[in-house]
DNA sequence: GCGTCCAGGTCTACC
DNA sequence: GGTAGACCTGGACGC
């Protein structure tokens, strides 16, 4: 879809902002699509804001202690005035620009295991999609297979379910919007893009969101924590799991992998069975994080290497 | 080359 | 309410 309307405008984050550590994590975590582009201190991504289809390009202009951001959204049609404050609004949210890092690293500060990550990722904010969606289907194909092959799940889910926004010279799929994968057939899904069990379970959960409708990350962010995931949890597909990584008030999303990784930190060894543990491990971080267990967990496994190299031990990478 | 196991969980039938 | 077993697929591993 060509989308040749343009909004600009520019955002001035709550400093500590680290540009490319928030946009470009050191995990390779994505900002909105797994085909996104970034180089040198400019991102080229897509995304559905507000409903609305949107390349997105931000331009880092500033510093971590002085941050400034060019943004410029590409629509297929202009926005009414109310629409382009709803977008810019969403955009700044969405990319943690209004997020206040200092309580957190009062916290981490006498955190034997976060103070260690300070130095490496000082400025790198928590972002999030506006719509529950991309991050909901993301869990449903990370279960139960590597990360290579989830990749490659991923990447032909969105290629050939999604919005391709072309702008600014690129052309960048965002994730499927729920109203177009309500209306795919499952069995058709899992033999193009080899989701086998998966691809029932995701047109499930998007026919629950496009029939009967469900809140946008901003909404669940105005419940409680609780009441967000009793909400997460109502979709079909989302189990314990995949609601902490959904849930925008943060969780501790303990999986296999990251039983090994907390498993290791919290107890010095690596679980015998990661499956059985998670239960224990995610008690411990909830325990010892609190309120900022997501942030705690979103520090950590963005600074693997880093952490390995300072701690002496093996931990497991993604 | 072939069989088995298991990977960044969730759901369901059964007790 | 608690839990074993099933679920797609494909790479790793042992033989």
New binding site residues.
Partial sequence: MKLASVVSFEIVPTPPYDFELTIHKPAGWSLFSNYEVYQRGTMWTATSLVDTLAGVKLVSRGTVERPRITAKLFLKENPTRDKAKELRKTLVHDIGADEDLNDFYAMAKEDDILRLTLDDLYGMHNTMQSTVFPDAAL?VL????????SGEMMDCFIKRYGDAAEFDGRKIWAWPRPERVARARPEEM??AC?????A??IVQMAKAIDEHGFPTMRELETMSADEAKAKLLEL????????DIVNPHGGFPI????ADVFGLLFFGREPEN??EAVEKIKAEGLRRWGKWSWMAFYYVVQDLKNLSRKLNVKLRL?
């Fill in positions: 869990s990370l279960q139960m297979a590597p990360m290579k092959r899992a033999k080899k989701l086998g069990y998966r029932k379970r079909p597909g989302i189990g314990d799991y995949s609601a999986d296999v992998w990251s990661g499956r993604s």
